[in-house]
């Protein structure tokens, strides 16, 4: 029988390559929670000046969800290794987007969930991570349409206070 976790290794490594190939130096736990008594992060990763640990999880479907414990173990050795707490997700043929666990959704049962939607929609992309490059949303650069003054000359236009050629003029 094939392990059980290999599709989700061979995303770990994916990320781990992908943030080494970022300029980051990086390792990746092995077999984090099993090969120790001690609960590791997937991964640790830092450029000198930003260190992550990062708790990483893929899918074929959705949601992806992680245990109360998994990211208490995860807040908990990041405060004292000094790194900023992140979990990794990737959907299949989606990339990795992350998220502080305080952003994540908390079930009842006190896990915590991340559905496809809101990664894509909320999460933060690897470009943006690795500080390549600023998330911008939809809000951001959204047209609030044409000012007060634009408005004011075509509506004198439209009521016939002002000649095509008048109202022309005042919006050069």
């Known amino acids: 029988m094939a392990n059980s976790n290999a599709k989700g290794d061979r995303r770990e490594r994916e990320l781990v390559n992908a943030l080494d190939e970022a300029g980051f130096a990086v390792m990746r736990a092995p077999a984090s929670g099993s090969a120790t008594e001690r609960e590791l992060p997937d991964v640790l990763t830092g450029d000198g000046e930003t260190f992550y640990a990062i708790e ?22 990041a405060r004292n290794f000094g790194a900023k707490p992140r979990i990794a997700v990737r959907f299949d043929r989606e990339d990795w987007y992350f998220f502080h666990p305080g952003d994540l959704y908390t079930t009842d049962g006190g896990n915590y969930r991340v559905k496809k939607e809101t990664a894509l929609s909320e999460g ?8 390549h ?40």
């Open 56 to 77: 990483a999880k893929s899918s074929a479907g959705d949601p992806i969800y992680l245990t109360g414990e998994e990211v208490e173990a995860l807040l908990f050795f």
């Open 124 to 131: 933060t992309d690897f470009e943006e991570l690795v500080g």
């Open 133 to 172: 490059s600023e998330k911008v949303t939809l809000d951001e650069v959204a047209d609030d349409g044409p000012d007060a003054a634009v408005l004011d000359v075509l509506s004198a236009f439209e009521r016939g206070d002002l000649e095509k050629e008048e109202a022309a003029a005042m919006l050069e």
